[in-house]
Structure formats: C-alpha cells, structure tokens
C-alpha cells in the first residue's frame, strides 16, 4: 500500500497522525493503511463485561461501552479510569493505534457511577420547557462522564412517544414533536458543546431511529414486552412529520452518531430498514456520522440466519454493531466481503464515518481523560444545577388555592417513596432497572421538606401511614407512584396509581385538615379518586439523586412553573391518547398536555363517573 507521510518536528509521521490536516485527508490516509479484519473491528462495539483489554488488541476493536449497571468494581471515578485506560492502551498498541470510543448510557447524569449526580430524567426536564437549563445539564453530564474516560453517550433520546404505556416514556422529553426537537438539540449541544474535541465533551447519540414512540400496542417481537420493540403502523407522512423531524434538526446541529431503534415500520425491523437508514438519514438529511446499532439489535433481524442478519443490517447502512459480547460477528461479516455479499465500499463507508466521529472528538491526539475533570463529579454546582431542575419540572396539577405553600404546626408524610432515592431516580440509575433505597448519594423528599417545615413544626414520617389512631396533622404530605423500570419491563397497560397507595391517602385524609399528594412516576398515571380527593396534586416525575428540590414549591421557596409534557389521561380506557386530542370534558384527559398551574391558581378538573 503507498502510503502518504509529512514532517513534524523532525520524524516522519502518518498523515493521520497530523493533527493540522484535514480530517477528510487523515481518514483517507488511514483508510488505506487498514486490512480487512481491522476494518471490521472498528466496526464492532463490546461491552467491557465479555471482553478483556487483550481481546480489544487481538481484533481490534473500535469501541467498547457499559451498558446498565456496567460498572468496574469499586463503583469509583479512580476505577472507571483504571478500566477504560487498560482498554485504551490495547487499542493504541495495535499496529495502526486507532483509539477506542468508550460509550455508556448516561441518560440522566453519568447514571451507572455511583455518587455522580443524577438529574431529572428528561420527562421531567420537558415539563420544565427550558432549552437552557437542558444544555447547561448536557454540559454537567459531559463533563462528568468525560471525567472518567467515557466519550460516547447514548443520549439524547428523541423518541415522540404516542402511548404512555410504554416503559421508555420518560426517556422523553414529551409527546410533541415541537418540544422534543428543541430540547433535544439543546441536550445534544451541551453534551458536544463548541468544541467536540475539548477534554471536557462527549459523542452524543440521537437515539433511537426512528418511530420507536410511534410502536402500537401489542405489537412487540419480544416474548416479554407489549409495545417497547414493537411496529410503528403509521403512514410515511406521519413518521416524517412527528418522528423524523427531531433529527433533521439534531444532525444540522452536528450529530454524527445515531442509534437504530429495536421497532419495525410497517413490520420491517429499523435495522435492516435500507430505505430509512440510508436513503433518508444519510442521503436526505446529509448525516454524515456512524449509526450504532442497539444492543443485539441485529440479531432481531433473522433471529434464526445470524448470518442473514449481518448482511441485512450491515447493507442497510448500520455501521458499527453492538454485539455486545464476543460472538461471531467479526467471522460473520468478513465471510460475507469474501462471498461479496456485503460490497467492500461499504465496509469503507461504515469505517469512514466511524473515523470521523473519532478525529472530530481529538481522540487521536488525546485518548485519556484530563485529570482536571475529577472535581466535577459530584460537585456542589452540578448538584445545585440538579435542585434547581427538579424545582422547575414540578407540575401542579391540582390546587384549592388555601394548601399551598404547606405551613402547620403538625405534618404527616406518608409513602415509601417519600424517603428513597433510589424510587426517585427511576430505572437507568446505578443498574439498568434501578433499585430502590439509598442506592446513591442524595437527598429525598424527605429531606427537602424537613429542610423546609422549620424547628417549630412537628414532623411525624410514616412510610406506610401506620400512624397512632390520635395521630393528626394541619397538613398530610403523602408520595404515591411507580417503582423503577426501564425499557419493556416498564410496559403495562395499567399506568395507575396502586390501590394500596389509593387507600393510604384515603386514610390519610381523614387525619389532616389539608392534604397534598406527590406523585412520582415516569409518566402520567391514572389517580382515581386522588385527583378528587387530595387538596394539592403535585407531578414530581422522577427526579433524581436530589430529591429535596422538590419541597421547594411545597413550601413556597420556589414558583410553580412546570408545565405538562404529556396528556394526563383519567382512565386507562382513553389509552393512547397520542398529542393534542383537543378533546375536552369526561371523554377527554383529565390533564390536558400544557396543563400546569401556579400556587395561587386554584384549580380542580370535573368530576365523571369513569376513573380507573
């Protein structure tokens, strides 16, 4: 192979190697200088828990992510460096030294490290309609996973979801194709910021590509799950308008890395869909980064032909595979170039615009993470950044106008969720499916309102109200709503407040004079007789790691201005509701999308007959 080489500072060095040259002419030159296997492996993404360092050297390997709860042991900023370093230095040890990306899921902070901070997930932040206060919490998120070698992030999502029963919802930053294309862009530019190779920025990822909140019902091609992975049975038209248009605008804005979506258009799996991820994506809208598969996504495409499967997705423009374990795929797809059944120009164009991203990012010139970062993680700005999106993504939905903000001698607070961080971070958070308890640090709900009530105010916390029979109180807090899930575990056709928790603020209500109700959830739930019952109706979504934030509307020590980003439906019967029904009275949401009140706007919705 000829190859091309320029002087610097005295030695002859590649032209790849050239920071100064462009980065088309740095591509080009490394293009040619790579053997078929090397270009497969770039082509392959690895979870660090099948793969060891040594392996990554063997083939290759052009990237390497945690998923959920992918996490070195200890949980720590100093291990995570350890971790993806080692992996780094297999990668710059190959003959040709072409560094890693390292990916993770930090969809609400650097989620899978313990003791980062943990923002609101993005239905919150779409209740807040503050493009702002989303960059600058892209910015936060950036900084601290770039702080421990993470350079990818599988964020933002720019799902338009039509159904709350799905368990991907509050991934989203709402039902409007509007809101979610400002907000996120404006995630996509924090995470990148002006400068895609600063130490302190990372590879963001539009995901998922395209129509995964548009899936029907019952539709799903997993055993297990109902509408996560399912069909998107719309018209070209509609998948256009309301689903493809966040991304028009997030690859002008600089993405050159999407994620294909698990779901099917018109049954065709999105992985093996030509039409869309090339003709559309990369010819229409001019993308001219990488698309990444979802994890084992390709193998949904044939499940019983793998081989089949690679050729599908491979020629239908998916460039880098995430397998995520060591399987064939790397034996798979160069049989297939030998047997011409994949071009080897395609091959070439998937390496180029994986290639693109990592001279874009200054990988080739700085592959570690800058010490200088370390700070940031966990830091008083980035948690007072996360109080004060929790405070503005808080929806008042219900108001008498005399409850609010909460004083009295004596508060009771009920429900479990009142005092667990882990119940209001959600899924994504340490582990994929999240947990419950004090999983990282932060502060609860709890917290927040002890913080506000002031030394003369009895505070009396019962997390399942087994309060004495002489217990009561000025005023009843009471926290109802999910437990953490991600994805289709979260699917359910019943998006409800549980009847336990229902009967708990029953009881509570006959032992205060004034009763407010928070609920906290990764989407609208049905309330029954809450909504009719309780003084004050607060949507906390799923907060975070700082929980306390959301006493301070509470307590008047911030505005109300959360606004909602989904249709509050009041029965299940109305499901879906998709975007702006206009529909208004019994036969429509109970909450209308927008709803939001303030605390001297008192306002209750109309009583009807159905409310299960």
Same mark, same amino acid.
């Given at each position: 192979?000829?190859?091309?080489?320029?002087e610097?500072?005295?030695?002859?060095? +590649?032209?790849? =190697?050239?920071?100064? %040259?462009?980065?088309?002419?740095?591509?080009?030159?490394?293009?040619?200088?790579?053997?078929?296997?090397?270009?497969?492996?770039?082509?392959?993404?690895?979870?660090?828990?099948?793969?060891?360092?040594?392996?990554?050297?063997?083939?290759?390997?052009?990237?390497?992510?945690?998923? &959920?709860?992918?996490?070195?042991?200890p949980?720590?900023?100093?291990?995570?460096?350890?971790?993806?370093?080692a992996?780094?230095?297999? !990668?710059?040890?190959?003959?040709?030294?072409?560094?890693?990306?390292y990916?993770s899921?930090?969809?609400?902070?650097?989620?899978?490290?313990?003791?980062?901070?943990?923002?609101?997930?993005?239905?919150?932040?779409?209740?807040?309609?503050?493009?702002?206060?989303?960059?600058?919490?892209g910015?936060?998120?950036?900084? /601290?996973?770039?702080?421990?070698?993470?350079?990818?992030?599988?964020?933002?999502?720019?799902?338009?979801?039509?159904?709350?029963?799905?368990?991907?919802?509050y991934?989203?930053?709402?039902?409007?194709?509007?809101?979610?294309?400002?907000?996120?862009?404006?995630?996509?530019?924090?995470?990148?910021?002006?400068?895609?190779?600063? +130490?302190?920025?990372?590879?963001g990822?539009?995901?998922?590509?395209?129509?995964?909140?548009?899936?029907?019902?019952g539709?799903?091609?997993?055993?297990?799950?109902?509408?996560?992975?399912?069909? %998107?049975?719309?018209? *070209?038209?509609?998948?256009?308008?309301?689903?493809l248009a966040?991304?028009?605008?997030?690859?002008? !804005?600089?993405?050159?890395?999407?994620?294909?979506?698990?779901?099917?258009?018109?049954?065709?799996?999105?992985?093996?869909?030509?039409?869309?991820?090339?003709?559309v994506?990369? &010819?229409?809208?001019?993308? /001219?980064?990488?698309?990444?598969?979802?994890?084992?996504?390709?193998?949904?495409? *044939?499940?019983?032909?793998?081989?089949?499967?690679?050729? !599908?997705?491979?020629?239908?423009?998916i460039?880098?595979?995430?397998? $995520?374990?060591?399987?064939?795929f790397?034996?798979?797809?160069?049989?297939?170039?030998?047997?011409?059944?994949?071009?080897?120009?395609?091959?070439?164009?998937?390496?180029?615009?994986? =290639?693109?991203?990592?001279?874009?990012?200054?990988?080739?010139?700085q592959?570690?993470?800058?010490?200088?970062? =370390?700070?940031?993680?966990?830091?008083?700005?980035?948690?007072?950044?996360?109080?004060?999106?929790?405070?503005?993504?808080?929806?008042? #939905?219900?108001?008498?106008?005399?409850?609010?903000?909460?004083?009295?001698?004596?508060?009771?607070?009920?429900?479990?969720?009142?005092?667990?961080?882990?119940?209001?971070?959600?899924?994504?958070?340490?582990?994929?499916?999240?947990?419950?308890?004090?999983?990282?640090?932060?502060?609860?709900?709890?917290?927040?309102?002890?913080?506000?009530?002031?030394?003369?105010?009895? #505070?009396?916390?019962? +997390?399942?109200?087994?309060?004495?029979?002489?217990?009561?109180?000025?005023?009843?807090?009471?926290?109802?709503?999910?437990?953490?899930y991600?994805?289709?575990?979260?699917?359910?056709?019943?998006?409800?407040?549980?009847?336990?928790?229902?009967?708990?603020?029953?009881?509570?209500?006959e032992?205060?004079?004034?009763?407010?109700?928070?609920?906290?959830?990764?989407r609208?739930?049905? #309330?029954?007789?809450?909504?009719?019952?309780?003084?004050?109706?607060?949507? %906390?979504?799923?907060?975070?790691?700082?929980?306390?934030?959301?006493? %301070?509307p509470?307590?008047?020590?911030?505005?109300?201005?959360?606004?909602? $980003?989904?249709?509050?439906?009041r029965?299940t019967?109305?499901?879906?509701?998709?975007?702006?029904?206009?529909?208004?009275?019994?036969?429509?949401?109970?909450?209308?999308?927008?709803h939001?009140?303030?605390?001297?706007? +008192?306002?209750?919705?109309?009583?009807?007959?159905?409310?299960s």
């Amino acid at each position: 192979t000829t190859t091309t080489t320029v002087e610097v500072a005295g030695d002859d060095v +590649p032209l790849y =190697l050239d920071p100064d %040259a462009a980065i088309d002419d740095r591509i080009e030159d490394l293009i040619g200088r790579m053997t078929l296997d090397e270009k497969i492996g770039q082509m392959t993404l690895v979870a660090q828990a099948f793969v060891s360092p040594s392996q990554i050297g063997d083939n290759a390997i052009g990237a390497v992510l945690s998923g &959920g709860g992918g996490a070195p042991e200890p949980n720590t900023p100093a291990a995570w460096i350890e971790m993806i370093t080692a992996f780094q230095d297999a !990668a710059l040890s190959t003959r040709l030294g072409i560094p890693i990306l390292y990916g993770s899921d930090a969809v609400h902070g650097h989620n899978n490290l313990l003791d980062a901070v943990i923002f609101p997930h993005n239905v919150g932040l779409g209740a807040t309609r503050s493009p702002d206060l989303v960059e600058r919490i892209g910015r936060a998120t950036a900084v /601290e996973t770039a702080a421990t070698g993470v350079s990818w992030n599988y964020s933002p999502v720019l799902a338009v979801p039509q159904d709350i029963r799905w368990g991907r919802t509050y991934e989203a930053f709402g039902e409007s194709t509007e809101l979610v294309t400002e907000l996120g862009v404006a995630m996509l530019r924090g995470l990148q910021g002006d400068d895609l190779a600063a +130490p302190d920025t990372v590879l963001g990822t539009p995901k998922h590509f395209v129509g995964d909140g548009a899936t029907e019902w019952g539709s799903s091609t997993s055993e297990t799950y109902w509408i996560d992975q399912g069909d %998107a049975r719309i018209s *070209e038209e509609e998948l256009r308008s309301v689903h493809l248009a966040p991304y028009v605008d997030a690859v002008e !804005a600089g993405a050159l890395s999407i994620m294909a979506s698990y779901s099917s258009f018109q049954g065709r799996k999105l992985h093996a869909h030509r039409e869309l991820l090339t003709d559309v994506l990369k &010819g229409e809208l001019g993308f /001219e980064g990488f698309v990444v598969s979802d994890w084992a996504g390709i193998d949904q495409i *044939e499940p019983t032909d793998y081989s089949a499967s690679v050729v !599908a997705a491979i020629n239908a423009g998916i460039d880098m595979n995430m397998v $995520p374990g060591t399987d064939a795929f790397i034996d798979v797809l160069r049989e297939a170039v030998d047997r011409g059944d994949v071009p080897i120009e395609r091959i070439d164009d998937a390496v180029r615009r994986i =290639l693109r991203a990592k001279f874009a990012l200054g990988l080739f010139e700085q592959p570690y993470p800058d010490p200088a970062l =370390l700070g940031s993680i966990g830091s008083p700005a980035h948690r007072d950044l996360a109080e004060e999106a929790v405070a503005r993504s808080l929806v008042l #939905l219900v108001n008498d106008g005399e409850t609010l903000p909460v004083e009295g001698q004596t508060i009771l607070v009920a429900g479990a969720g009142a005092d667990d961080i882990g119940r209001q971070s959600g899924g994504w958070t340490i582990e994929w499916q999240g947990g419950v308890g004090p999983i990282t640090e932060g502060s609860t709900i709890l917290d927040g309102i002890r913080r506000h009530a002031g030394p003369d105010t009895t #505070l009396v916390f019962e +997390p399942r109200g087994r309060f004495d029979a002489t217990d009561r109180g000025d005023v009843g807090i009471v926290v109802v709503g999910e437990l953490p899930y991600a994805e289709g575990v979260g699917d359910t056709s019943r998006p409800v407040v549980r009847d336990h928790e229902v009967a708990l603020v029953l009881d509570i209500r006959e032992r205060v004079d004034r009763l407010v109700v928070v609920v906290v959830s990764g989407r609208p739930v049905v #309330l029954g007789e809450i909504a009719h019952t309780a003084d004050a109706v607060v949507a %906390a979504w799923l907060p975070g790691s700082e929980g306390a934030a959301v006493a %301070a509307p509470l307590f008047g020590a911030a505005p109300f201005t959360g606004l909602l $980003p989904f249709a509050w439906p009041r029965s299940t019967q109305q499901l879906p509701l998709g975007h702006d029904t206009g529909t208004t009275g019994c036969s429509g949401p109970l909450f209308p999308y927008g709803h939001g009140l303030t605390a001297e706007e +008192p306002y209750r919705p109309t009583e009807c007959e159905e409310t299960s």
